[in-house]
């Protein structure tokens, strides 16, 4: 089955700085969705970006379809932004393993 | 608009024992998912529904069966509880529509003893 990597593993900010998290795949996809773990537990879906870039607020992610990855921007990082960062691919959605964010106050 | 509600939130069981978890979606979606989360391992897909009637086995089955009777209702049962299957169980839905959406569930946590 397709594989998925996330990266880095782990990740620890001071409030205000920028990041940049990874998600590569083994195979062509045409679903890919980034979606953040809070620390109770709950999960949210940031963005469809099966290619191309989309914006949202402080965040942005861009998937480059053709040579099997994606990032998520992260701009300005907020206390709130921290948790998990998940990546989940095709219709089954197969997820990576995770980035664990920490932002710092 | 409840989104997608998952029953019970904790529970726990004894070796042996069996249950089903419950999830209901409000919000007319086809695709259903059941997935456990463990400890650095992400979230594994146990099983998939494109739509009702259908069902499709994902990464972790063994141990798992699921039914999806209607639309709005996806249920995933232990026959047989085992010690392994202490977990976190999601249940998400997915709006096929321009926006690609996934919901997910609050989630239940289950210990297995």
């Known amino acids: 089955g397709i594989q998925v990597e996330q990266s880095p593993p782990d990740l620890i900010l001071q409030e205000g700085a920028n990041s940049t998290l990874r998600c590569n795949f083994s195979?062509?996809?045409?679903?890919l969705q980034w979606f953040h773990q809070n620390p109770w537990g709950q999960l949210i879906n940031l963005f469809y970006?099966?290619?191309g870039t989309k914006q949202n607020g402080r965040l942005s992610a861009t998937t480059v379809a053709t040579e099997r990855y994606s990032l998520l921007y992260i701009s300005s990082s907020q206390t709130t932004d921290s948790g998990v960062y998940f990546c989940?691919?095709?219709?089954?959605?197969?997820f990576g393993k995770g980035t664990k964010l920490t932002v710092n106050p | 608009n409840a989104g997608v509600t998952q029953t019970p939130k904790f529970q726990v069981l004894k070796t042996g024992q069996s249950m089903t978890l419950q999830c209901a979606q409000d919000?007319?979606?086809?695709?259903m998912y059941w997935y456990r989360q463990d400890p650095g391992m992400g979230l594994r897909l146990i099983y998939y529904?494109?739509?009702?009637?259908?069902?499709d086995k994902g990464e972790v089955p063994n141990g798992y069966n699921v039914s999806r009777l209607n639309k709005r209702e996806f249920s995933l049962r232990l026959e047989s509880a085992a010690p392994s299957q202490t977990s976190v169980y999601f249940c998400?839905?997915?709006?096929?529509?321009?926006?690609?959406?996934?919901?997910f569930g609050e989630g239940s946590w289950l210990t297995v003893v």
């Open positions: 998400a839905s997915r709006d096929r529509g321009s926006r690609n959406t996934i919901y």
């Open positions: 195979d062509s996809v045409n679903n």
């Open positions: 970006i099966p290619s």
């Open positions: 989940a691919v095709t219709e089954k959605l197969v």
């Open positions: 919000m007319n979606h086809n695709s």
């Open positions: 529904s494109a739509s009702e009637g259908t069902t």
